[in-house]
């Protein structure tokens, strides 16, 4: 069965320091993996997402993450946080259903804290 | 914008009490899912729609139904709501695609208290 797991349910970082955000994948086939991000009282927003395209995948806000199928990782960074990327950070694998479409196995997720 | 649309945004109902939440789509999307998620928890599937099909997951507990009347809205309804039942649902939507690739597009969400 497919599975994801987040190392470290809260990451602090200071402003400006590299963040890295863990994630590692369980699959028996080449795995569709995503990256999203949810404030507050909000919904969740796609930060990036693995298809197989390429290994090295840029987002949005400046994140990025790489593939790496011989650790079975598709950990989180950017370089330099920002106080508004506070956030909880949830990787996704998708899997498919007896009906024929798809849903996601989510991680525990990962609160980011930023210090000033 | 082509987006999600939930309401309420905030909905308190009482203990057993009936409520009715709503999700509605521009994007055309074939599939539809309801997820509930608790404080500090990752999103939990209830069920979802491809088409009009039906998709209960196993552990979804026979208080929640939905029904979906056209491509474009997606209702929740929870029969006689409990204290364990107060969570934030949340609505998303994705395409009908063969591989999986397509990611979900989600909802702002609807955080419901139970008195």
């Known amino acids: 069965a497919q599975s994801v797991t987040q190392l470290g349910s809260h990451v602090s970082v200071s402003e400006g320091a590299l963040v890295l955000l863990r994630c590692n994948y369980s699959s028996s086939v080449p795995p569709y993996l995503f990256w999203y991000v949810q404030y507050p009282n909000q919904g969740l927003q796609l930060l990036l997402k693995y298809t197989s395209a390429a290994t090295l995948v840029k987002g949005i806000n400046g994140f990025e993450a790489e593939f790496k199928k011989s650790e079975t990782s598709f950990h989180l960074t950017k370089p330099s946080a920002h106080m508004s990327d506070a956030a909880e950070y949830f990787c996704?694998?998708?899997?498919?259903?007896?009906?024929?479409?798809?849903?996601?196995?989510f991680g525990t997720g990962t609160r980011l804290k930023v210090l000033a | 914008d082509a987006m999600v649309i939930q309401n309420p945004r905030y909905q308190v109902t009482q203990f057993g009490k009936p409520v009715t939440l709503s999700c509605s789509q521009t994007l055309n999307h074939n599939v539809m899912y309801w997820y509930q998620q608790k404080s500090s928890q990752a999103p939990k599937l209830l069920f979802h729609?491809?088409?009009?099909?039906?998709?209960n997951e196993a552990d979804t507990p026979d208080n929640f139904q939905s029904r979906r009347p056209n491509t474009s809205f997606c209702f929740l309804d929870i029969r006689s709501p409990g204290l364990g039942d107060a969570a934030m649902y949340l609505c998303?939507?994705?395409?009908?695609?063969?591989?999986?690739?397509?990611?979900?597009?989600f909802g702002p969400g609807t955080r419901l208290t139970v008195l």
């Open positions: 996704a694998v998708s899997v498919p259903t007896t009906s024929g479409t798809y849903k996601y196995i």
């Open positions: 998303a939507t994705s395409r009908d695609s063969e591989g999986g690739y397509d990611e979900q597009f």
């Open positions: 729609y491809y088409d009009k099909d039906f998709n």
